[in-house]
């Protein structure tokens, strides 16, 4: 009932930056948070950045200073912008939303969108 619909992937060079957006729609209730998972390759998924409903975010390390997480409430979207890409962001990255639902909490996600980053 919660789609999840990911934009602004692509391929870009070392240095560079690209901005990718979420937009979700459907049954939204109440919205806990939303954030940006990624997936290379034989590695596990990894939170990358994440934004409560508050407005608190919360970045893994390796982005820190680099990626800036925002969101607009009454869109229900979240953007990631992306600066000074580096090739360790290669990845596919997945768009991740939270709400409370009849008191429980339930999780859904995008399908995906791939960022390649050149050396």
């Known amino acids: 009932q919660v789609q999840l619909v990911e934009s602004g992937g692509g391929l870009v060079q070392a240095g560079g930056s690209l901005r990718l957006s979420c937009a979700a729609s459907?049954?939204?209730?109440?919205?806990?948070?939303m954030g940006w998972y990624r997936q290379a390759p034989g590695k596990q998924r990894e939170l990358v950045a994440a934004v409560a409903i508050e407005g608190t975010t919360s970045y893994t390390e390796s982005v820190k200073g680099r990626f800036t997480i925002s969101k607009d409430n009454a869109k229900n979207t979240v953007l990631l912008q992306m600066n000074n890409l580096k090739p360790d962001d290669t990845a596919v990255y997945y768009c991740?939303?939270?709400?409370?639902?009849?008191?429980?909490?339930?999780?859904?996600w995008g399908q995906g969108t791939q960022v390649t980053v050149s050396s």
């Open positions: 991740n939303l939270r709400q409370l639902i009849a008191m429980r909490e339930v999780e859904y």
């Open positions: 459907g049954s939204i209730f109440a919205i806990n948070g």
